[in-house]
């Protein structure tokens, strides 16, 4: 134990040092030169590694080991990829808009929409607004609502122009149209990226004709007009694969082929004939299964050409992200909020808590909120069919909300999009701007009464892959070398035509606020010494994280939540050295550069040929033990 006490404390200094120190280019090159060591030297190579790391230049380690990286952490909302030497990633919408002749059309391709609140949710719903009101000493809804009794002045700003405020501008509708379509069409050329449109009649077009393009990516796609012959798909919704019967698993996976390759492509400039030379880090939300691991893990390896990949969580990035060892990760995403506690760099899987709703109920919150107190403009604010207007109100939400006590009023410009018209600006005072984000307590003010989640009947492996089932029949010749054996069935082709199924318990969702939640996750830890620890180690990572007043409303509630007979009478949330929207991010970037050994890393060809073996026999973990051989890549 001491000595796997030490290799732990010596792994924390080098992602300290990682996340810390920033030295000049002269001190980097003079102890690059420093550490050059004759090939004759007859010292064990695990001795070297250390060495190494113990003595290199943290940039000049990430320029080494990061420029061949590239980190991919996917979300429900928007997905993070970049290169492990960049100081941050491409942040961008996980969507994609396909052209569509389909009549009636479907503007987002998505699961079965429910956008209707039961009469009891709508009660529980006011109810949740006034312990909140309380909360918060503002006024009750019903008295609020008595108080306005006639709507509020909202004035038409049209042609509004704010200077170089960004909280205040309106969104433009996307050219749907190819830019180079006039000469392509005029010299015969078929375009590449677009393809050529065929309309509904499947008559070719004109000459003249402009030519729409096939797919839209990321923001662009959010930006459709829905009067345009397109379709907007999220292949991935509430922390899930977005399957269901109006989105085949098949779909799901090209679409999420399609998005992370143009980002490779338009953002980091890899073409596919290239990636070879690259490795990725997939660093995946606790949401996932194991069967959704495996299918994103084969379209790293087996679509976008990968020589190698290995997945981490989340949650445990995120630690290792702020240089810590310890902590209790709070990661509120877009549409999922999760709860997991990390002890010496390795996640506890019996600490995890799932919640089903983010910060894009906290926008959807905002909006019911201000129709409900009648300062919302008599415009047309639909989240359903018109993705542009969740965009308004996320901004909205990031501008004016924040948690604090007290009347909260803001004057706010508030914008209007009509199919393919420009954006109508209203300028007006939004009111109680302190309650959607104080919902993350009290969930039912939160209710999501817009997309349900994936049914579970899609996703029956639920097995842990440290388990041997996979190597029960397929002996090895001894005459192949390790991880290069054919067996029985592919994982890298169809996985699940004939795939073997073992019963178990699927991942449950909690129905309680976050301090609840997060209260529960460190006393089921069950040691007193460790729940000290934790609760005066709380990390909050995601964009809502960035919200005013969020940290000491979570130390105060946790505070409360705690039950009086636990010795435990003091909670803290640590401040993050990295943006917290990134942090899950820059933490597997770490990860993979520290990781010389490579040992968890899975290679293209064995993935493709042999599924999950791995050549040292081991099984390849891509459960919450995962992380436990972080602590032995260096000296393995």
């Not at 009794?149 to 405020?165: E, H, Y």
């Not at 996307?174 to 006039?182: I, L, R």
């Not at 679409?255 to 492509?265: E, K, V, Y």
Request: with cysteine; charged share 20%.
């Amino acid at each position: 134990m001491t000595a796997l006490k030490k290799r732990k404390r010596q792994y924390q200094i080098q992602i300290l040092t990682l996340t810390d120190q920033n030295p000049s280019k002269e001190k980097t090159r003079n102890q690059a030169k420093e550490l050059s060591i004759p090939h004759f030297f007859p010292i064990p190579i695990s001795f070297l590694k250390m060495d190494y790391l113990k003595s290199v230049v943290p940039s000049q380690l990430i320029l080494e080991q990061g420029s061949n990286l590239v980190v991919i952490n996917p979300g429900s909302a928007n997905v993070r990829i970049g290169l492990a030497s960049q100081d941050a990633p491409f942040n961008i919408p996980h969507c994609i808009a396909r052209y569509t002749t389909q009549v009636p059309k479907r503007n987002v391709q998505d699961q079965v929409l429910n956008s209707q609140i039961t009469t009891v949710q709508h009660m529980e719903r006011e109810r949740a607004y006034d312990v909140a009101a309380s909360l918060l000493k503002i006024p009750f809804l019903d008295e609020k609502v008595a108080n306005n009794a006639l709507p509020r002045k909202m004035v038409r700003v049209d042609g509004f122009n704010p200077q170089n405020s960004r909280k205040e501008s309106a969104f433009v509708w996307t050219d749907v149209y190819e830019k180079n379509a006039a000469s392509s069409s005029a010299t015969g050329v078929d375009n590449e990226s677009g393809g050529q449109h065929q309309g509904a009649d499947s008559q070719e077009p004109s000459s003249n004709e402009p030519k729409l393009k096939q797919s839209i990516y990321g923001e662009e796609a959010v930006r459709i007009s829905p009067a345009e012959p397109y379709c907007l798909r999220r292949p991935i919704r509430r922390g899930h694969l977005n399957i269901s019967q109006h989105y085949p698993m098949q779909q799901v996976l090209e679409d999420l082929h399609a998005i992370w390759d143009w980002i490779l492509i338009e953002k980091l400039h890899i073409p596919l004939s290239k990636r070879i030379k690259y490795a990725a880090i997939l660093v995946v939300p606790e949401t996932f299964d194991n069967r959704e691991i495996k299918e994103m893990l084969s379209i790293v390896l087996r679509d976008l050409h990968f020589s190698s990949a290995v997945v981490h969580q989340e949650g445990l990035a995120a630690v290792f992200g702020n240089g810590l060892s310890t902590a209790c990760v709070v990661n509120i995403g877009a549409q999922v909020a999760s709860v997991i506690c990390v002890e010496d760099g390795v996640a506890m899987p019996t600490t995890e808590k799932t919640l089903p709703f983010g910060g894009e109920d906290i926008s959807r919150c905002l909006l019911w909120t201000q129709r409900h107190h009648q300062t919302w403009p008599q415009i047309r604010t639909d989240v359903l069919s018109k993705p542009i207007d969740l965009l308004m109100l996320n901004r909205l939400k990031e501008s004016y909300c924040e948690i604090k006590e007290g009347e909260l009023d803001a004057v706010a410009v508030v914008h209007s999009y009509e199919d393919k018209m420009p954006a109508g600006s209203h300028k007006t005072r939004l009111t109680a701007l302190n309650v959607p984000p104080i919902g993350l307590f009290y969930p039912m003010l939160l209710v999501p009464d817009v997309y349900p989640p994936p049914p579970r009947s899609w996703f029956h492996d639920y097995e842990d892959m440290l388990e041997d089932t996979w190597q029960m029949d397929f002996p090895r010749r001894t005459e192949m070398p390790d991880g290069l054996f054919p067996n029985s069935f592919n994982v890298g082709f169809p996985m699940w035509d004939n795939y073997p199924v073992f019963a178990a318990k699927p991942k449950k969702e909690e129905k309680v606020g976050l301090a609840e939640a997060i209260t529960s996750s460190i006393l089921s830890t069950g040691r007193i010494e460790l729940q000290r620890k934790l609760f005066c180690s709380i990390q909050l990572i995601g964009g809502v994280a960035l919200t005013a007043g969020f940290v000491p409303a979570v130390e105060e509630r946790v505070l409360h939540a705690i039950p009086s007979n636990e010795a435990i009478d003091t909670v803290e949330v640590l401040q993050s050295r990295t943006n917290p929207t990134f942090v899950s991010w820059k933490g597997g970037a770490i990860l993979g550069i520290l990781d010389f050994g490579r040992d968890a890393w899975i290679h293209r060809e064995d993935w493709i040929r042999n599924g999950i073996h791995i050549g040292s026999g081991r099984k390849y973990k891509d459960s919450y033990f995962l992380q436990a051989q972080a602590m032995c890549y260096i000296n393995s």
